[in-house]
């Protein structure tokens, strides 16, 4: 669907022209970085919502992937619609938006994202080796090599809401950008009076959605 910045009923057909530059590379990369948040705060719900439950290896699946979703949204990377552009670290930005308990929150996530999921130097997965002797009773010996791994599925319950809260803050915040960027952009573009040129490139478009 095509989401518009003017008040059109949803399920018109509209034409569409296609824009570059930085106007439009910006209100793309916002866009993006929400969709990264609206999935890192849905993977945080479902993790919760599976807490006690059996299914440890989707509940963990959930967890990382939220995680990695929210370390997306809140770095750098390839941007939209500009040559060579860079979609924007906003965590500067976004973090004293927070309160000082979700700061804490904020900052248990982001470690875990860096070093528990995106790099193994966390005290979130556990390894030791170690030499197995025969029990007293038995002649000394040595009766093999024991390997022992412990893996973190997740955080309690009480962490998920927290960061599925934070989520909900950025995102509030970005969806009003988002939406102030969309109109700015349509009334430059209404601004040029190029509404000919638009028309003779325009090629059609999904059904509108407000």
Excluded at 66 to 86: E, Q
Aim: hydrophobic share 45%.
């Amino acid at each position: 669907m095509t989401t518009v910045a003017g008040g059109l009923p949803p399920g018109m057909l509209l034409a569409q022209v296609g824009l570059t530059g930085p106007a439009a590379g910006w209100v793309a990369d916002v866009d993006s970085i929400c969709r990264d948040l609206v999935f890192a705060k849905q993977c945080a719900e479902g993790y919760a919502a599976m807490i006690g439950g059996e299914d440890h290896v989707v509940a963990r699946a959930l967890w990382n992937a939220g995680l990695i979703a929210y370390r997306r949204a809140l770095n750098t990377g390839r941007g939209h619609l500009v040559k060579k552009g860079s979609r924007p670290r906003l965590l500067d930005d976004l973090v004293p938006m927070l309160s000082d308990t979700q700061k804490e929150t904020h900052e248990l996530a982001y470690e875990m994202a860096n070093q528990h999921v995106a790099h193994r130097v966390g005290d979130h997965e556990l390894a030791s080796v170690g030499i197995l002797l025969n029990p007293p009773s038995a002649p000394r010996g040595v009766a093999g090599v024991a390997l022992l791994g412990a893996h973190m599925i997740g955080p309690e319950l009480g962490v998920a809401e927290k960061f599925a809260a934070v989520c909900e803050v950025f995102l509030n915040a970005l969806e009003a950008e988002r939406s102030q960027s969309l109109q700015a952009l349509q009334e430059a573009v209404i601004a040029t009076g190029s509404l000919d040129e638009l028309y003779a490139k325009a090629v059609p478009a999904e059904p509108s959605s407000n």
